[in-house]
């Protein structure tokens, strides 16, 4: 069984580019909410980062081994959880995805199962190694994450929803799914998506209006096409070296909807243009290289895929709402790992780096 060794073998070095990416936020939230009715969000996002690094070494403490052997507990609680916000959740924006606590704290459960789901996708496909994965292999990995997810959509939430998608994908992967079947696969995935973009049926109509924003941002300037097109202003308007903290025309003049949770890289591209945001992106880089370079010295498989499900989550969020700020992709409202304001998504980001941390410090074996 790995042993704990110490915090002499913490990645202190992943640490360091994650405190950098985490402070780069913090003056960013300042800056977008500078002359607006969030203003002093930039201090709550230091309470929920003292809060993510702070469970980040509880968790690390914890044998991971131990939280595998009690996920199938975890999974039940947060599919019961993500039900009691359908009953008694908070609605803002038409949107039921919060329960709400005394003293004004707002839970969003949606988070924390990412977590939940990764434990659960690497505890099922370690029974599995060694053997051919078959369809009811498949089908029973994609319905423990069909669930939770479907229960997501009925807040409804299409963002958060979808980054349960990868975790599924990098599980069936690194569980040796055969090419035929993710041929297969992906032929039956292109007609229900077919069928449902033709009818029509699956999408509420600011999902659909979203995607028509996306495929002609001019169709509705001021309506569906309004947070596009102003973020590709943004974008534009920083050139290369951007226009300086607190300068940004589109931030501060309050154009750019939103620029400190899903449009903050929009506004951090206004204020340091190309470079900053390439610099932003070399960051991230350099993250996700230690957390593979983490799962390749894991000691054990789930160790392995566990680390390897957290990359999938936190790259397919930078790619989508990266690509959701240059017109790349639609408009979903799924944040920028790290960047963007908001405590559900800092602490399921450093609880994820916490148990990355708990399998580096048990990579040796007795």
Not at 9 to 31: A, H
Not at 149 to 161: C, F, I, R, S, Y
Request: glycine share 12%; with cysteine; proline share 4%.
């Amino acid at each position: 069984m790995p042993r704990f060794s110490s915090y002499r073998d913490f990645d202190w070095v992943l640490l360091g580019f994650v405190l950098l990416l985490s402070l780069i936020s913090v003056l960013e939230i300042k800056s977008a909410t500078l002359h607006t009715k969030f203003h002093g969000f930039d201090h709550k996002q230091i309470q929920f980062l003292a809060g993510g690094i702070f469970l980040m070494f509880v968790i690390s403490l914890i044998d991971y081994h131990r939280l595998i052997d009690i996920i199938h507990w975890a999974y039940g609680v947060s599919v019961l959880s993500l039900i009691a916000v359908l009953i008694v959740g908070t609605k803002v924006l038409g949107g039921r995805r919060w329960i709400k606590f005394p003293g004004g704290i707002h839970f969003q459960p949606s988070e924390w199962v990412k977590l939940v789901l990764i434990l659960a996708v690497a505890r099922y496909f370690w029974g599995l190694a060694g053997k051919e994965l078959t369809w009811g292999d498949i089908g029973k990995a994609a319905a423990m994450v069909v669930v939770p997810m479907a229960l997501v959509l009925k807040q409804p939430d299409l963002g958060t929803a979808l980054t349960y998608l990868p975790i599924l994908i990098c599980g069936l992967f690194l569980g040796g799914i055969r090419v035929k079947q993710v041929g297969l696969v992906v032929l039956a995935l292109a007609l229900i998506g077919g069928v449902a973009w033709k009818s029509g049926k699956h999408l509420k109509p600011y999902q659909q209006a979203r995607i028509n924003a996306f495929m002609d941002p001019d169709s509705d300037p001021r309506g569906s096409g309004y947070q596009i097109r102003q973020s590709l202003i943004a974008v534009g308007s920083g050139g290369i070296w951007g226009k300086g903290a607190n300068k940004g025309t589109q931030t501060q003049g309050d154009f750019l909807p939103i620029p400190y949770t899903d449009f903050i890289f929009a506004a951090f591209c206004e204020e340091h243009g190309f470079v900053g945001a390439i610099g932003v992106l070399l960051l991230y880089f350099l993250i996700l290289m230690r957390l593979i370079q983490n799962a390749q010295t894991a000691s054990d498989l789930p160790g392995s895929f566990i680390i390897m499900g957290v990359v999938a989550v936190i790259v397919f969020q930078i790619a989508v709402n990266v690509g959701m700020v240059v017109g790349l992709m639609p408009v979903t409202g799924i944040p920028l790992p790290l960047l963007s304001y908001g405590g559900s998504s800092v602490l399921f980001t450093f609880l994820s780096l916490g148990i990355v941390m708990n399998i580096r410090m048990r990579r040796f074996v007795n």
